[in-house]
């Protein structure tokens, strides 16, 4: 059964930094490409960030590119999302989620973590 | 980037009605469309995935259509854990975008 749940949300203050977690189940990670998607307060959903299987190739939103680092271990079978410069707009629920491929969308997701960036 | 425009952005529905949601691309997109379910406090849900295919597991009142530039997700009769907030992605292409969303509320 694959599942998906992440970790390492909280609050923190503009311009710091936030690693979040998501530990997978029921797959091997690196099999597969791997995504990040967040939904803004009242907002709807964005994309933010995609891993190749393996991790060969990653991608970017435009809103994130230079600050967010995505990356996967084999060891733990998880998925990270390094976040640094913080901003009070990157306020959110940040969810894990897979795909077949890095072009095949996402299948299953995780049930997210929150992010809170204030002073 | 493709930009997916959602529509409509709430309706108000009761058990057992049929609903249609629909998203449009701004340029052609084959069937790179996949349909997406959340509620609050769960973890999201594909229900649909290549614009027509149903998720396994996933019940039968739910279809989608479209090819293209057009895509439709149908609820053939609305059933009381079908109220959430549903959303199209696209991803054909890198930034993959969501339409705006559509909340079903009850009437």
């Known amino acids: 059964q694959v599942q998906l749940v992440e970790s390492g949300g909280g609050v923190v203050q503009p311009g710091m930094s936030l690693r979040l977690s998501c530990a997978a189940s029921g797959f091997r990670q690196h099999s597969y490409a791997m995504f990040w998607v967040r939904q803004a307060p009242g907002k709807g959903l964005e994309w933010l960030a995609a891993?190749?299987?393996?991790?060969?190739?990653?991608r970017y939103a435009d809103s994130v590119k230079g600050r967010f680092t995505i990356s996967g271990d084999n060891s733990q079978n998880a998925l990270f999302l390094q976040m640094n410069s913080l901003r009070p707009e990157d306020t959110g629920i940040y969810y894990c989620a897979r795909g077949q491929s890095i072009a095949a969308g996402f299948d299953y997701w995780g049930q997210g973590t929150l992010v809170t960036v204030s002073s | 980037d493709i930009q997916m425009t959602q529509s409509p952005s709430s309706l108000s529905v009761s058990i057992g009605d049929r609903v249609t949601i629909s998203c449009r691309a701004s340029q052609g997109i084959k069937n790179d469309v996949s349909w997406h379910q959340l509620k609050p406090g769960k973890a999201p849900k594909r229900l649909i995935y290549a614009a027509s295919s149903l998720q396994s597991g996933v019940p039968s009142r739910f279809s989608g259509s479209g090819f293209g530039t057009e895509f439709t997700l149908t609820i053939s009769s609305l059933q009381p854990e079908d109220f959430a907030t549903y959303y199209c992605l696209q991803h054909s292409s890198y930034p993959y975008t969501f339409g705006q969303g559509t909340k079903l509320e009850i009437k």
């Open positions: 891993i190749s299987y393996y991790g060969v190739n990653d």
